[in-house]
């Protein structure tokens, strides 16, 4: 099944890898949908690591003569591909704390407002 050690520790990684998304998963330590893209990555590099003759024909395609080094190439684009997401967003979470912030901060004022008002009228009585 494995022809050489380079594949076995790609597929040993990996699955180690699926392995513990699904416990932090299950420990709620990683939400659902975060753990989707890590499952998809593990599952391509196990299968890739598993099916060498694949592997074999897909690698001169990509330009990569030593075809485990294309195990190493599917797992840095994916993390580029997770990197990107992850990247996205915190984008978006830092446009909704931006606005939660501007939001609070116009409450507090309001607050402060009615509070002096009510003061205010307190004191004419």
Same mark, same amino acid.
């Given at each position: 099944?494995?022809?050489?050690?380079?594949?076995?520790?790609?597929?040993? /990684?990996?699955?180690?890898? #699926?392995? %513990?998304? #699904?416990?932090?998963?299950? &420990?709620?330590?990683?939400?659902?949908?975060?753990? $989707?893209?890590w %499952?998809? #990555?593990? $599952?391509?590099? %196990? %299968?890739?690591?598993?099916?060498?003759?694949?592997?074999? &024909?897909? /690698?001169?395609?990509?330009?990569?003569?030593?075809?485990?080094? /294309?195990?190493?190439?599917?797992?840095?684009?994916? #993390?580029?591909?997770? $990197?990107?997401?992850?990247?996205?967003?915190?984008?978006?979470?830092?446009r909704?704390?931006r606005? +939660? +912030?501007?939001?609070?901060?116009? $409450?507090?004022?309001?607050?402060?407002?009615?509070?002096?008002?009510? &003061?205010?009228?307190?004191?004419?009585?």
């Open positions: 099944m494995f022809t050489d050690r380079l594949s076995l520790l790609v597929f040993v /990684a990996a699955l180690g890898l #699926l392995l %513990l998304v #699904l416990e932090m998963v299950r &420990r709620r330590a990683l939400a659902e949908k975060y753990s $989707l893209l %499952l998809i #990555l593990s $599952l391509v590099i %196990l %299968l890739l690591a598993i099916a060498r003759p694949a592997l074999d &024909r897909i /690698a001169p395609i990509l330009g990569i003569y030593y075809a485990p080094s /294309a195990l190493f190439v599917a797992g840095f684009v994916g #993390l580029l591909v997770i $990197l990107l997401y992850f990247s996205a967003v915190i984008t978006q979470l830092t909704d704390a606005i +939660a +912030a501007q939001q609070i901060g116009i $409450l507090r004022e309001r607050v402060d407002e009615l509070e002096n008002s009510g &003061r205010q009228f307190s004191d004419d009585k």
